[in-house]
């Protein structure tokens, strides 16, 4: 299955700053594509909300590239995150954990 024909987002968003996803949560996944200059966090809940996921006040969906030990810093966009370290693992098409803490 390709990334870009099954994923769902925003018509609006050009060509040029789409990111394709594909979002992990449990046994549920979604494919999706973003604004790349969105920022990781606004990010994380939009994909909680994409996949029906409770939206209560203590609830902090953060997201973490697909093995990684770490989560990706919530307060930076996915251009950022592309441009400051390549090493991070995070590329066009790359799978992303949804987490909740």
């Known amino acids: 299955m390709r990334l870009k024909a099954k994923a769902t987002g925003n018509a609006s968003i050009d060509m040029a700053d789409r990111l394709y996803l594909s979002v992990v949560w449990q046994d549920k ?24 996921l409770s939206q209560l006040p203590d609830k902090v969906y953060r ?23 390549n090493s ?4 066009n098409g790359c799978t992303l954990e949804l987490l909740c803490k």
């Open 29 to 52: 996944s979604l494919a999706v594509f973003i604004n790349k200059n969105s920022s990781i966090g606004n990010a994380a809940t939009r994909f909680s909300t994409m996949l029906h």
């Open 63 to 85: 997201l973490r590239i697909q093995g990684a030990d770490e989560s990706l810093p919530s307060n930076k966009s996915f251009d950022e995150q592309l441009a400051a370290d």
């Open 88 to 91: 991070s693992g995070l590329f």
